[in-house]
């Protein structure tokens, strides 16, 4: 059975800080991308980072570059989000997605995931 587990959500002011993680099991990690979205209300699902762990290469929305850093754990089979300097704007429930090979020109696309996690809520505070 495929699991992805996330976790690490939480209530922050802004300015700070949170590491989700996204635990997974029942496939190959080390041939997936693991990527992570986020959803706000009343917002369409969009994707936050994303990592390819076969290649090292790694993704990232304009709007969290120089503040988010995704890392895989390999030997765990768990990716990592770290979210430095959060904005009242990153309140969203996020969720993290495994896909073959979306990473490139299809990063984005949420149906090119085949496998999703049930999403941790952060919370930013003004």
């Known amino acids: 059975e495929v699991q992805l587990q996330a976790s690490g959500g939480g209530l922050v002011q802004a300015g700070g800080s949170l590491r989700l993680s996204c635990a997974t099991s029942?496939?190959?990690?080390?041939?997936?991308?693991i990527a992570w979205f986020r959803q706000a209300p009343g917002k369409e699902r969009e994707l936050v980072s994303c990592i390819s762990n076969n290649e090292g290469r790694t993704y990232y929305a304009d709007s969290v570059k120089g503040r988010f850093t995704i890392s895989s754990d390999n030997a765990k089979n768990t990716v990592y989000l770290q979210m430095n300097s959060l904005k009242p704007e990153d309140t969203a429930v996020y969720y993290c997605a495994a896909g073959w090979g979306v990473a490139g020109p299809r990063v984005s696309l949420l149906d090119e995931y085949d496998y999703w996690g049930q999403g941790t809520l952060v919370t930013v505070s003004s």
């Open positions: 029942g496939f190959t990690f080390d041939d997936y991308d």
